[in-house]
């Protein structure tokens, strides 16, 4: 599929800001089945953009603001090929171990409720695809999609005693259960495009890969109770939300903060310049 | 108490009749001063201690409550030939742990090759996934390391751990040396003591040597998390004798991937950063979001190859205790040579016969968290009460994996000044190994520390230790009069 994407940014401050520094993840990689064709980052006011690349292979950028501001806009866009790989994820540029992947986070630590739910899983036995199958649909059937209920400091074993919550927190709970049953699992931050006709988004996605032997990395996306394709676009991972979030930020100056996004991600028409990447 | 006879290193075997060999001034200077005099100067040395402000706070208890370290005016005497064998073994192992962090964040050869199980380092709290990939300036890491070390007889040192993050001590070593030499001069002219005052100079030239490249005359300051950290002293003390700045996290500030100091005068370019602040708390923006304490964009200046940290972020890899067993391999991998300086024996818990023979031998062992630092978390298996030791057995079935047990060494013992007279007290001793662009040194000397208690093995300052001077014996050089 040819994706395009514009996912903006807007911060808006009470008082000029004195300085702000941001690290940002929102730059997508290509591997295989994902060609990144274009990409770019703009910002509405004077500001110094560093790139690099975090310990995970995420392509990370620096955005340092030394004047003062009220509004800061990051207006990412791109466009992407993606193809249908039924979830795996292969050649992830800078890719880790996957032994790195077992570690719990605050985040994800599981408590009695997700130790039950494993356990539950386990007993029912299978192959480990197989499993993880199960466990995508069971957070997708038990889980209700509410974007007032949690926030980005909910735990998983919080997130799921409560039966509501957003994408992050469907996927901290796949990735609570998966290490608990000994798979390693990361946190996928990335774009959907919605066959639903839904283009405009408050936010960008999110969902989880788990590593399965003989396969790789293969993709799960609890929220939606699927396994992902060519509508997903991967833009950065880690051990959860904390390590791939797209933005991180901090300031000095500015008061008090008012933060909007908007996501919208299109199928873009041309199908010749798609086979012809082909 | 352990069963065999502890090694005394004043009187040997002799159990106080003969001092051993070399050691003869030091035996003549206890008889001929006397207990009035000892105790005078161990008081003024008290009142010299507290008048400088070396104090440490003492974690866990309700009010930070803050003491004076005791210490001890008999020193340890290291002789010539003693020292050699110890730096050359220090600095064998601080070479292999630099080659060990190198690798685990770059090519992982030593997983490949299957000398340390993966799972141990890549799955450890201690892997430190934001530096993965990159490399600092010169490939060094452990710039500064402070390697605990136990002696159990004549030529039989043990490395009990490897403190490769932030160890402290050294300030002691120096003041120490600084209150002997005020107190009991004589001693230095019956010894050759090697100088210990010059490691702020070592220090500093190592910082500068680590400078990234095209830093012509490079700027070092010294991170602290400020006056309320126990080892505050240690780190003005330090930041004063180098001739650099010490500052806080507010103090610095990162722009365009480089990292400035803010001063009166304006900003300037910062190249260097001796942090004593632990990994987790050095940028927001990458480890704990709540740190108030670093600064924002400091490791986005490090990956760039705009600043040195010193040490490197992610070295607490080598120092943890589930891969301090594999120490000997480690050194035999990266060296090709035989340890010179062997571990103490070590039980891994996350191994089913290793969990089993602990669990059965409790009441000998010494249990120690993987996690854990400073004493806490610590079962001393023959000094335990029976409560102490089931608490320990229904923890360690729990989670086995979070621990590792070694023997009760009979410690070595020196002759220190109590209530009781000179009696014999444990001693541990942690030199201090410098890694800079062009190799390692060792200063001559360390931190002795020694537990006050009767029958004590534990020598932590948070659990009742006191300190002694360190004399390593110049083998060149006979004593002269103020020639140190």
Redesign the interface.
């Known amino acids: 599929m040819r994706l395009s994407v514009n996912h903006t940014t807007t911060y808006r401050y009470s008082e000029p800001t004195r300085r702000i520094i941001q690290l940002l993840r929102v730059t997508p990689s290509s591997f295989q089945g994902q060609t990144v064709l274009s990409w770019r980052i703009d910002v509405d006011c004077d500001v110094r953009l560093r790139e690099g690349r975090d310990g995970f292979g995420n392509v990370t950028h620096m955005l340092y603001v030394d004047q003062p501001v009220q509004v800061l806009t990051l207006a990412v866009s791109g466009r992407v090929l993606t193809e249908d790989n039924a979830g795996v994820v292969r050649a992830v540029p800078g890719d880790l171990p996957h032994q790195v992947f077992l570690r719990e986070t605050p985040l994800t630590a599981a408590g009695n409720a997700l130790d039950w739910l494993a356990m539950d899983i386990s007993e029912e036995g299978g192959a480990k695809l197989d499993i993880l199958h199960g466990l995508n649909r069971r957070i997708h059937d038990r889980m209700r999609f509410d974007v007032a209920a949690t926030g980005v400091g909910t735990s998983a074993e919080d997130a799921f005693g409560a039966g509501h919550g957003v994408c992050q927190d469907f996927a901290h709970i796949f990735i609570a259960v998966a290490r608990r049953l000994g798979i390693p699992a990361r946190y996928v931050s990335g774009h959907l495009f919605r066959r639903d006709g839904a283009h405009q988004q408050p936010a960008a996605h999110a969902w989880v890969e788990a590593f399965v032997d003989d396969l790789g990395w293969v993709a799960f996306d609890p929220t939606n109770g699927i396994s992902t394709d060519d509508a997903y676009l991967r833009v950065a991972c880690g051990l959860d939300y904390r390590e791939a979030a797209p933005v991180v930020g901090a300031r000095s100056g500015g008061g008090t903060e008012e933060l909007s996004v908007e996501v919208a991600v299109h199928q873009a028409r041309s199908q010749s310049q798609w086979q012809v990447q082909n | 108490m352990a069963a065999r006879p502890a090694f005394d290193e004043l009187w040997g075997a002799s159990a106080g009749e003969e001092v051993r060999a070399g050691f003869e001034p030091l035996g003549e200077w206890l008889r001929e001063t006397s207990a009035a005099e000892l105790d005078r100067r161990q008081h003024a040395a008290e009142a010299a201690f507290r008048s400088l402000g070396i104090t440490f706070n003492v974690y866990g208890e309700d009010e930070a409550a803050e003491r004076i370290i005791p210490f001890d005016i008999i020193p340890r005497i290291l002789s010539a030939g003693e020292w050699a064998r110890l730096s050359a073994g220090l600095e064998q192992r601080v070479h292999a742990i630099n080659a060990f962090v190198d690798d685990v964040y770059g090519a992982?050869k030593i997983?490949a090759d299957g000398v340390v199980p993966?799972?141990i380092v890549?799955?450890n709290?201690q892997?430190?996934?934001?530096?993965?990939?990159?490399r600092p300036p010169h490939g060094v890491y452990a710039h500064i390391c402070g390697i605990d070390l136990v002696r159990t007889g004549p030529d039989e040192f043990y490395v009990l751990e490897d403190n490769a993050r932030t160890p402290s001590g050294v300030s002691y070593m120096i003041e120490n040396r600084e209150a002997m030499l005020r107190l009991c001069p004589e001693l230095f002219e019956r010894l050759a003591v090697r100088p210990v005052d010059t490691y702020p100079e070592l220090l500093r030239d190592t910082l500068q040597s680590v400078a990234p490249d095209g830093a012509v005359q490079p700027r070092c300051v010294l991170l602290t998390p400020g006056h309320y950290n126990s080892a505050f002293y240690e780190h003005s003390f330090l930041a004063n004798n180098m001739g650099i700045e010490l500052v806080e996290g507010r103090d610095l500030?990162?722009?365009?991937?480089i990292v400035w100091m803010r001063t009166i005068d304006g900003r300037v370019r910062v190249d260097v950063i001796y942090r004593r602040i632990d990994d987790a708390f050095i940028d927001?923006?990458?480890f704990r979001?709540d740190s108030m304490l670093g600064v924002?964009?400091l490791m986005?200046a490090y990956?760039?190859g705009n600043v040195t940290l010193v040490n490197a972020p992610g070295t607490g890899i080598a120092d943890d205790k589930a891969i301090y067993s594999y120490m000997p391999d480690i050194v035999r991998y990266y060296t090709g040579e035989e340890p010179r300086l062997p571990n103490v024996e070590t039980w891994r818990c996350r191994e089913p016969a290793s969990l089993q023979y602990t669990l059965d031998h409790l009441d000998e062992l010494v249990v120690k968290l993987v996690d854990g630092s400073g004493g806490y978390g610590m079962l001393v298996g023959p000094t335990a009460s029976r409560a102490e030791i089931e608490a320990f057995r229904a923890a360690l079935i729990a989670q086995p994996q979070r621990y590792i047990a070694q023997p009760t060494l009979a410690l070595s013992t020196i002759p220190t000044i109590t209530d009781k007279g000179i009696v014999p007290r444990h001693v541990d001793f942690r030199p201090f190994v410098l890694t800079g662009s062009s190799g390692v040194t060792t200063v001559p000397g360390g931190l002795t520390r020694v537990a006050l208690r009767e029958g004590s093995l534990v020598v932590n300052s948070s659990q009742g230790g006191g300190t002694k001077d360190s004399f390593v014996l110049d083998g060149e050089r006979a004593a002269t009069a103020g020639s140190t």
């Open positions: 992982r997983l993966a799972d890549l799955g709290e892997f430190c996934v934001p530096v993965a990939g990159a500030e990162v722009d365009d991937d927001p923006l990458v979001p924002s964009g986005a990956l760039a």
